[in-house]
T-cell receptor, first 115, second 110 residues
């Protein structure tokens, strides 16, 4: 199994530009999560999908952030317009289900730098 | 109040020693607990999960859970330099999502 695949691995963009991060979950997994990691705040959940439906987006910082999951094998996280404070590592993770005992598997992350 | 708390470290231990990593959580009805290891510049990877009070052993790793004290720990026996990483504690309540602590950095010196 290829694991969770994220692209790009690194993104450097100028303030005000649109940024799109992409994620392919593990085949067969029906829960998908977007996390953001910074030194100050650690690993924060932004949004999670179950069966392609957004279930909890309370972690999305503001309207500049949006996420979609058009099908079971693809999700995007978009930031428009981007700001320097959005600089962080963004992880996508997936799990087989949202059962009590199921763990999440992480992709390699996208390191975003907004200058 | 932080939901999952860990000492940020670094925790420094010599090679061959036992490393003890600790985590406390605030939600009394949390049901499942996970330890992830994250090497610098890499993604978190699951190393242990525990759901019942007591100890769970897997190779050099032992997870310990005490729900009454809202405390979970990870022991690493015979620590190796390759164990040097940040260890993230994660907690789940029922069918909710994982809540992570900020992690403890472990440094194992040769």
């Amino acid at each position: 199994d290829a694991g969770v695949i994220q692209s790009p691995r690194h993104e450097v963009t100028e303030m005000g530009q649109e940024v799109t991060l992409r994620c392919k979950p593990i085949s067969g997994h029906n829960s998908l999560f977007w996390y953001r990691q910074t030194m100050m705040r650690g690993l924060e959940l932004l949004i999670y999908f179950n069966n392609n439906v957004p279930i909890d987006d309370s972690g999305m910082p503001e309207d500049r952030f949006s996420a979609k999951m058009p099908n079971a094998s693809f999700s995007t996280l978009k930031i428009q317009p981007s700001e320097p404070r959005d600089s962080a590592v963004y992880f996508c993770a997936s799990s087989l289900s949202q059962g009590i005992y199921t763990e999440a598997f992480f992709g390699q992350g996208t390191r975003l730098t907004v200058v | 109040q932080k939901e999952v708390e860990q000492n940020s470290g670094p925790l420094s231990v010599p090679e061959g020693a036992i490393a003890s990593l600790n985590c406390t959580y605030s939600d009394r009805v949390s049901q499942s607990f996970f330890w992830y290891r994250q090497y610098s510049g890499k993604s978190p990877e699951l190393i242990m999960s525990i759901y019942s009070n007591g100890d769970k052993e897997d190779g050099r790793f032992t997870a310990q859970l005490n729900k009454a004290s809202q405390y979970v720990s990870l022991l690493i026996r015979d620590s190796q330099p390759s164990d040097s990483a940040t260890y993230l504690c994660a907690v789940k309540r029922g069918y909710s999502t994982l809540t992570f602590g900020k992690g403890t950095m472990l440094l194992v010196s040769p």
